[in-house]
């Protein structure tokens, strides 16, 4: 996709977000995923997609298309449970170790423009930040060491410690129970639509999709979610 396109298509979200100005004065607690959503999602679709498979082939003694023809379904099998997201599972169904390999990439862990100053801001207002990821604990450390983001959160939560991840119904209500939140005073900021489905269903009054998770990748279409090009785009709503 070319510049042009890239930024109309930024344009476009800009224009539709400036159209519902968030009432800050209403919003207590922001919950932010982390991977598409403050992170470039490029480093995990190259992860899965291209490196894990690279490894994978070079193990085994195949081509990199074998590799991709044996491990894609294997993905998809277990697409949207827990275990899609836990490197403990992969190192042991691979017999690679997930974690070294994401290592051999860190220099692709990037953050989305606009995003510290977007914490940052939200220090000021005195909101109550959390981070709230699928990813497993340890993607969790390793990203948070590579960006330094850590020190803009006042809580970590990982779909890990409940062994069942965001997109799944039953992980909010859990999630109301171990860190209480008020729902109606609540924004959540995520580019899974599956996983907004689920926290709209719970009662989040306050949703934003990204609609360029993967900075390398089209936009994506966000159904009837409010989408965001960029963090500016919260800013420009902050009083």
Same mark, same amino acid.
């Given at each position: 996709?070319?510049?042009?396109?890239?930024?109309? #298509?930024?344009?476009?979200?800009?224009?539709?977000?400036?159209?519902?100005?968030?009432?800050?004065?209403?919003? !207590?607690?922001?919950?932010? @995923?982390?991977?598409?959503?403050?992170?470039?999602?490029?480093?995990?679709?190259?992860? +899965?997609?291209?490196?894990?498979?690279?490894?994978?082939?070079?193990?085994?003694?195949?081509?990199? $298309?074998?590799?991709?023809?044996?491990?894609?379904?294997?993905?998809?099998?277990? &697409?949207?449970?827990? $275990?899609?997201?836990?490197?403990?599972? +992969?190192?042991?169904?691979?017999?690679?170790?997930?974690?070294? /390999?994401?290592? &051999?990439? %860190?220099?692709?862990?990037?953050?989305?423009?606009?995003?510290?100053?977007?914490?940052?801001? /939200?220090?000021?207002?005195?909101?109550?930040?959390? /981070?709230?990821?699928?990813?497993?604990?340890?993607?969790?450390?390793?990203?948070?060491?590579?960006?330094? *983001?850590? &020190?803009?959160? @006042?809580?970590?939560?990982?779909?890990?410690?409940? =062994?069942?991840?965001? &997109?799944?119904?039953?992980? +909010?209500?859990?999630? #109301?129970?171990?860190?209480?939140?008020?729902? %109606?005073?609540?924004?959540?900021? !995520?580019?899974? *639509?599956?996983?907004?489905?689920? #926290?709209?269903?719970?009662?989040?009054?306050?949703?934003?999709?990204? =609609? /360029?998770? $993967?900075?390398?990748?089209?936009?994506?279409?966000? %159904? @009837?979610?409010?989408?965001?090009?960029?963090? $500016?785009?919260?800013?420009?709503?902050?009083?």
């Amino acid at each position: 996709m070319g510049r042009k396109a890239v930024s109309y #298509a930024i344009h476009a979200a800009r224009l539709s977000t400036m159209t519902h100005p968030l009432p800050w004065q209403d919003i !207590d607690t922001v919950f932010l @995923d982390m991977d598409g959503t403050l992170l470039d999602l490029h480093f995990d679709n190259h992860f +899965w997609l291209e490196h894990v498979p690279l490894r994978y082939a070079e193990k085994h003694g195949l081509s990199v $298309d074998e590799a991709k023809q044996q491990l894609f379904p294997r993905f998809r099998a277990v &697409e949207g449970t827990i $275990d899609w997201y836990c490197i403990d599972y +992969w190192s042991r169904e691979l017999g690679l170790d997930i974690n070294a /390999l994401k290592r &051999e990439l %860190e220099h692709l862990i990037q953050v989305h423009p606009q995003v510290i100053e977007f914490l940052q801001a /939200l220090r000021v207002m005195d909101k109550r930040v959390a /981070l709230l990821t699928n990813a497993h604990h340890k993607v969790v450390e390793l990203k948070m060491s590579s960006t330094g *983001l850590a &020190e803009h959160f @006042d809580h970590f939560i990982c779909a890990h410690t409940f =062994r069942i991840p965001k &997109e799944d119904v039953r992980f +909010w209500p859990r999630l #109301a129970e171990e860190d209480p939140f008020h729902r %109606e005073r609540t924004l959540f900021v !995520d580019d899974s *639509l599956p996983v907004l489905h689920a #926290a709209r269903d719970y009662g989040i009054r306050h949703l934003r999709a990204v =609609r /360029l998770p $993967d900075t390398t990748a089209p936009p994506k279409q966000t %159904e @009837d979610f409010i989408a965001i090009g960029s963090f $500016d785009e919260l800013l420009d709503g902050l009083p």
